[in-house]
């Protein structure tokens, strides 16, 4: 195992002596060939693991005098013809031997092509990657998503950036859940870019006012799964473009994120194409974990009317075989409910008096038929006592 120094990894590299086993002491004190083997390969990039063969070249007691003479441009070595196998083992949370991510991670000093073909194929980088590299995925695409590009590749690689958030978040929340709380540390100790929060509610705007386009189908339910930590952002966002006064609310954040919540809650209420029922399931889902960050903006009188105008919004089906069909869409509004009820908007009297009768209504309407309304009622019944 070789321990290097980060802060001259970049021009560090390995020498190999060559020397004979033998018995005999100036056998084994001087050397008949030596290799050497560069960290870093012509691309800047942390050599791939694996193994590796090296020419050994022959020694020279008056040139290796010199330090590092093999590696002047006009070195003369004398190959022999042994080679040398090494293998490489990387253990590191400070390199990246992804090429794509690295010329990503080094955005700014990369020519455009080379960060935006990152962008480009974020998607195939190693999963494993994207959670070691948390910080540093995130400083840089949060940094192309606010830089001023030109008008000619502004709006893909805005884009794309936003895409690639979004593709890191469902990628720690499905496969490394572990890391969630890592996640939200980030968001909310090492996260800065005040002007994130345009961008984001912008794209966030465009997407459920798409909700039901085919063409943006996979972007929409990405957006949806990955909703309640966009809005972190967003809010982290925000308050550090301007922070908080309690004296003087900021009515203009307010405003652009009601809006989103209520095109939001539109979406819940629409009955056609059939296939937006899937999107409103990943809406039900997302909508409790929602509200723990919009506490931060909303009063609590204003969640609970936030939290009602979503419940209302909710449809129900024309008939029995309509509700046959859709029985995962029902279990998903029953768990939202059984949220509200367990969570801090009905735990809080001024809320709990404005949705208190809509989550009645809801329950009300599953008595006669769903097991899980009754279990919702009784657990009401408790929270109220």
């Known amino acids: 195992r070789v321990a290097v120094d980060m802060a001259t990894i970049e021009r560090t590299h390995m020498l190999v002596l060559c020397r004979h086993c033998s018995t005999g002491k100036a056998s084994r004190q001087d050397?008949?060939?030596?290799a050497y083997f560069p960290f870093y390969n012509e691309e800047n990039l942390f050599v791939q693991n694996g193994l590796h063969q090296l020419p050994i070249y022959r020694y020279n007691k008056v040139e290796h005098a010199q330090r590092s003479f093999y590696l002047a441009p006009d070195a003369k070595l004398l190959p022999r013809k042994e080679k040398l196998t090494v293998r490489i083992d990387l253990c590191s949370t400070r390199i990246t031997q992804e090429a794509k991510?690295?010329?990503?991670?080094?955005?700014?000093?990369?020519?455009?092509?080379?960060?935006?073909?990152?962008?480009?194929?974020?998607?195939y980088i190693e999963k494993i990657e994207l959670v070691k590299f948390l910080r540093e995925i995130f400083d840089a695409l949060f940094s192309i998503l606010t830089h001023p590009h030109s008008e000619e590749i502004r709006e893909e690689v805005v884009n794309l950036a936003?895409?690639?958030?979004?593709?890191?978040?469902?990628?720690?929340?499905?496969?490394?859940s572990s890391f969630?709380?890592?996640?939200?540390?980030?968001?909310?100790?090492?996260?800065?870019?005040?002007?994130?929060?345009?961008?984001?509610?912008?794209?966030?705007?465009?997407?459920?006012?798409?909700?039901?386009?085919?063409?943006?189908?996979?972007?929409?339910?990405?957006?949806?799964?990955?909703?309640?930590?966009?809005?972190?952002?967003?809010?982290?966002?925000?308050?550090?473009?301007?922070?908080?006064?309690?004296?003087?609310?900021?009515?203009?954040f307010k405003t652009e994120v009601s809006a989103l919540l209520h095109q939001l809650s539109q979406a819940m209420s629409r009955t056609e194409?059939?296939?937006?029922?899937?999107?409103?399931?990943?809406?039900?889902?997302?909508?409790?974990?929602?509200?723990?960050?919009l506490g931060n903006v909303f009063s609590v009188r204003e969640l609970g009317h936030i939290t009602r105008n979503f419940v209302e919004s909710i449809h129900g089906f024309k008939d029995a075989l309509e509700e046959q069909k859709n029985q995962n869409y029902i279990r998903h509004k029953l768990l939202l409910?059984?949220?509200?009820?367990?969570?801090?908007?009905?735990?809080?009297?001024?809320?709990?008096?404005?949705?208190?009768?809509?989550?009645?209504?809801?329950?009300l309407?599953?008595?006669?038929?769903?097991?899980?309304?009754?279990?919702?009622?009784?657990?009401?019944?408790?929270?109220?006592?």
Request: with cysteine; glycine share 4%; proline share 6%.
């Open 337 to 363: 409910l059984y949220g509200l009820i367990a969570g801090r908007v009905f735990a809080l009297e001024e809320s709990r008096q404005v949705i208190l009768p809509v989550i009645l209504e809801n329950i």
């Open 273 to 293: 194409p059939k296939s937006l029922i899937v999107n409103q399931v990943l809406a039900l889902q997302c909508f409790n974990a929602l509200l723990e960050d």
């Open 101 to 123: 991510l690295n010329k990503l991670m080094k955005w700014q000093s990369q020519p455009v092509g080379n960060w935006k073909y990152g962008l480009e194929m974020f998607g």
């Open 31 to 34: 050397p008949f060939g030596f």
């Open 180 to 252: 969630l709380p890592v996640l939200k540390a980030y968001i909310a100790n090492q996260f800065n870019s005040p002007l994130a929060h345009q961008h984001l509610l912008r794209i966030l705007r465009y997407t459920i006012d798409h909700i039901d386009d085919d063409k943006l189908g996979k972007q929409v339910r990405d957006t949806l799964k990955a909703l309640p930590y966009l809005i972190k952002f967003v809010i982290t966002s925000r308050y550090q473009f301007r922070p908080p006064d309690p004296a003087v609310p900021d009515m203009e």
């Open 365 to 385: 309407a599953h008595l006669t038929r769903d097991n899980e309304a009754i279990d919702l009622l009784a657990e009401m019944l408790r929270v109220s006592t």
């Open 162 to 176: 936003y895409t690639s958030i979004v593709y890191v978040i469902i990628n720690i929340a499905n496969k490394y």
